[in-house]
C-alpha cells in the first residue's frame, strides 16, 4: 500500500513508538506508574511527562505554558469554552469542525470570508463583541497557509483573544503571535490520544473537564507513554524540519508535474507543499478511491469523510457542490518515498483517464 493521507494522520516515527515502550511496561517493569502520585515511579513518570512538555513547548512561542489533552479538539474546546462567556467567537469559513461547530454550539459564530485562493484576509470587520477570534495556520483540506499574524493584531485592535489551531503547521513552520494555540501529536509522527494547548503567560481559563484538575485546567491521569511519544516526536521534527522540508519541496515539484492535468484547489505558493488538492471535473471520487485502493488518499477532510456533503471548505473558496464532489486531496511528508508518489500518480491518473477525463 501507498500511503498519500498524511492530513489525516501521520506515520508513528520510530523514536516516537520507543520512547513509549519504556512507560508501557507490565507489573514486572518500573514503567507504568500513575504520574500523579508521589512514590518513586510516580516521580519518574511525572519527570518524562516534564521532559516531553518541555519538547513539544520548544516548538512553540516562549512565555506560555503547556496544557496536555487528550486531542486537539479538545485543547481547542477548552480554547474556546473556557476562555469566557458572552460576546461573539469569529472564525474563518474554513476552519475545522472543531473550531466551526464549537462555535455554533454557543451561539456565538461569527464566520469570516474567505477568498478564492483560500486565505482569510483582515479587510473584514468583526462584531463589535468579539471576545475570541480563530483562524488556523494552515488548513488541513486545501494546505494554505493563512495571515495568522495579521489576524492578531486585528485581534488585539478589538481586545480579543486570538487562537490558532495549528494541528497542521506545527512542527512545520514557526507558529507565533497568539494567546493560545492547539496541536495534535498523531500529525507530526507521534501517537493518537494525545494533543495540546499552549496558553500565554496572563491567559486564565475555566476548566471544562473536572474532577482532579493533574493539568490545573484539564482532569484525567495522564498517559506517560503518549505523552513521551508526543514529546518524541516533537524533538524530532525540530531537529530535521530543514530536511523534511527539502523533501516535501521534492514530492511537491514532482506531484505537480505528475498531475499537471488536473486543477490545483487553493494557492499554489501561500500553502504547505505537503498538502496537494485537486480537482478534474466530472470525476466519479467514489470510483476512483474503489479502483486505486491500493493508494491511501481522502476525497476531502477524513472527519467529514462519509457524510456525503461537498466540503465546506471548497464550497468556501467558490467551488460548487459538483466541483468540490470532483477533488481529491494528496498528502504526503517525511517518510513519503518519491517511486511510491510516481507509482500513485499512475494508477490515480489511469483510472481517472479510463472514465474518460
Known amino acids: 500500500m501507498i500511503y498519500l493521507d498524511y492530513q489525516s494522520t501521520t506515520p508513528l516515527a520510530p523514536e516516537a ?61 477548552l480554547a474556546i469554552r473556557g476562555s469566557g462567556s458572552g460576546g461573539s467567537v469569529s472564525v474563518s469559513a474554513i476552519e475545522h469542525a472543531a473550531v466551526l461547530d464549537t462555535a455554533k454550539a454557543l451561539n456565538a459564530a461569527h464566520i469570516l470570508n474567505v477568498s478564492k485562493e483560500g486565505q482569510c484576509n483582515t479587510a473584514q470587520d468583526v462584531p463589535a463583541d468579539t471576545r ?26 478589538v481586545n480579543a483573544l486570538f487562537l490558532i489551531d495549528a494541528v497542521q503547521a506545527y512542527g512545520k513552520m514557526e507558529v507565533t503571535h497568539a494567546d493560545m494555540i492547539a496541536v495534535s501529536a498523531h500529525k507530526l509522527h ?25 493539568e490545573s485546567e484539564r482532569s484525567g491521569t495522564l498517559s506517560p507513554a503518549l505523552v513521551a511519544g508526543f514529546g518524541a516526536a516533537a524533538h524530532l521534527a525540530k531537529e530535521l524540519r530543514e530536511q523534511d522540508a527539502e523533501h516535501v519541496e521534492a514530492l511537491w515539484t514532482r506531484a505537480r508535474e505528475l498531475f499537471s492535468d488536473w486543477t490545483l484547489n487553493g494557492a499554489e505558493d501561500a500553502r504547505w507543499h505537503g498538502n496537494l488538492n485537486i480537482r478534474r471535473n466530472g470525476l466519479d471520487v467514489n470510483r476512483l478511491m474503489s479502483e486505486c485502493r491500493g493508494v491511501m ?19 468556501a473558496i467558490g467551488l460548487s457542490d459538483k466541483q468540490a464532489k470532483n477533488s481529491i486531496r494528496l498528502g504526503f511528508g517525511r517518510y513519503t518515498q518519491m517511486e511510491d508518489l510516481e507509482k500513485a500518480a499512475q494508477e490515480i491518473n489511469a483510472a481517472a483517464e479510463a472514465q474518460g477525463l
Not at 139 to 150: K, L
Not at 191 to 212: M, N
Not at 297 to 315: D, M, N, T
Open 190 to 214: 507521534g501517537p493518537k490520544g494525545i494533543g495540546a494547548l499552549w496558553v500565554r503567560d496572563g491567559v486564565e481559563l475555566d476548566p471544562q473537564i473536572t474532577g482532579g484538575l493533574q
Open 17 to 77: 513508538r520507543d520512547a513509549m515502550l519504556r512507560w508501557l511496561d507490565g507489573p514486572e517493569g518500573t514503567g507504568f506508574g500513575n504520574p500523579h502520585s508521589s512514590h518513586r515511579m510516580g516521580r519518574q513518570a511525572k519527570a518524562a511527562i516534564e521532559l516531553a512538555r518541555d519538547r513539544v513547548a520548544a516548538l512553540l512561542p516562549a512565555g506560555g505554558r503547556v496544557i496536555f489533552t487528550g486531542n486537539a479538539c479538545e485543547a481547542i474546546n
Open 297 to 315: 488518499f481522502s476525497a476531502g477532510s477524513a472527519c467529514a469523510s462519509g457524510s456525503g456533503r461537498p466540503s465546506h471548505v471548497l464550497k
Open 132 to 157: 475570541l477570534i480563530a483562524v488556523m495556520q494552515i488548513n488541513n483540506e486545501i494546505g494554505t497557509v493563512q495571515p495568522t499574524i495579521d489576524w492578531h493584531r486585528k485581534a488585539k485592535e
